[in-house]
């Protein structure tokens, strides 16, 4: 029997009263869908708590970053901050030099940051990542959530397209609920879809809701057969560090300040990021900018089933997917190869 392919598919388009826009950030003119303020200023405000630079990274820090995280292994670390390059060889590895490094470009006076790597393009459901070990501790206590969250893009294989989806001001499943509802007719929100660029950072509101599909357009799909390839990693391989940053007091039972021997030379001049005045900001954009054209009908709109991560308490709603409606042009969001995209969904 020939096995189909795992991303194998009958796909249900739904046809709707009203348009869900689709916006892409490009210089230029508009071309068929609402074309978004070409002004700065304006610009500027769409989502200010979601940013995306390109070119934070040389070539060959990027390269380093990779070695580094494939020989860290995938657990969760601490270090504690150092504001000036003087603490840098005694107390920081190669990867917790650039991660200082970038945030001190950043202004960012954060005390703790906790980080993780991943070399494989997995499937990750939508959540907000949060103190873990004090959730269980305190069932019955808020969640306590980082500061900011970060995504460092170091390499993307020739066949990924594994882009983080965001979804600005919601923690959770049972906020996507709670916005539409309260919204009555006027329930639209946003998604912004941020594609895997090598040399990209992502910076986050730390209580966002935020996933990764795979396949790409898995919220678009009925049903999936099959196992997912990961090699080789020149076509499979999507290598991040994901990093949060938090006050006073580190996540509980997460290892700090571990020292870790990567056998590479701690020289600073080469372990750190580009100077912030050379990183091209990519969203929200200070420049003009249009939506592409679409291709399909205005009227038309597709149904997005959005899985959930962990339990109903972290889910807070009691099902593991919330279903929501957007226009056709979600697909090419999740598909598209660099530009980053905000996409208007609403509760089905």
Not at 219 to 248: H, M, Y
Not at 281 to 286: A, H, K, L, R
Request: aromatic share 10%; with cysteine.
């Amino acid at each position: 029997m020939t096995r189909k392919p795992y991303w194998s598919t009958t796909l249900a388009i739904l046809q709707c009263p009203y348009f869900l826009s689709f916006s892409t950030f490009l210089p230029g003119k508009a071309h068929g869908l609402t074309t978004l303020p070409s002004s700065g200023p304006q610009a500027s405000t769409s989502h200010p708590t979601i940013q995306v630079w390109n070119d934070v990274l040389s070539t060959q820090i990027c390269d380093t970053l990779h070695d580094c995280a494939c020989s860290i292994g995938l657990g969760h670390r601490v270090f504690t901050r150092s504001h000036d390059k003087a603490g840098y060889n005694n107390s920081h590895n190669i990867v917790e030099q650039v991660l200082n490094s970038i945030l001190n470009e950043l202004g960012d006076d954060s005390k703790y940051v906790e980080y993780w790597t991943r070399q494989e393009w997995r499937n990750i459901h939508a959540h907000a990542d949060i103190d873990e070990y004090l959730a269980k501790r305190q069932i019955d206590a808020p969640f306590r959530f980082p500061m900011k969250g970060h995504v460092l893009y170091l390499h993307t294989g020739s066949e990924v397209r594994g882009p983080t989806c965001v979804f600005p001001d919601m923690r959770s499943g049972g906020d996507l609920l709670k916005t539409a509802i309260d919204k009555n007719d006027d329930n639209d929100f946003d998604l912004v879809v941020i594609p895997a660029v090598s040399g990209r950072l992502l910076r986050f509101q730390g209580d966002y809701l935020h996933a990764v599909p795979r396949p790409t357009d898995l919220w678009l799909l009925n049903f999936v057969q099959g196992a997912p390839d990961f090699q080789p990693e020149s076509k499979w391989g999507r290598s991040v560090i994901l990093f949060n940053t938090w006050g006073n007091q580190p996540p509980l039972e997460v290892p700090i300040d571990e020292a870790i021997d990567l056998d590479m030379p701690l020289d600073i001049e080469k372990c750190s990021c580009n100077e912030k005045d050379n990183w091209k900001c990519i969203f929200p954009s200070e420049h003009p900018y249009k939506s592409i054209p679409s291709v399909f009908d205005e009227n038309s709109s597709v149904t997005a089933k959005v899985w959930l991560l962990g339990d109903y308490r972290r889910r807070g709603h009691q099902m593991q997917t919330v279903k929501l409606s957007a226009n056709e042009d979600i697909r090419r969001a999740l598909h598209e190869e660099s530009i980053v995209s905000s996409v208007s969904m609403r509760l089905t």
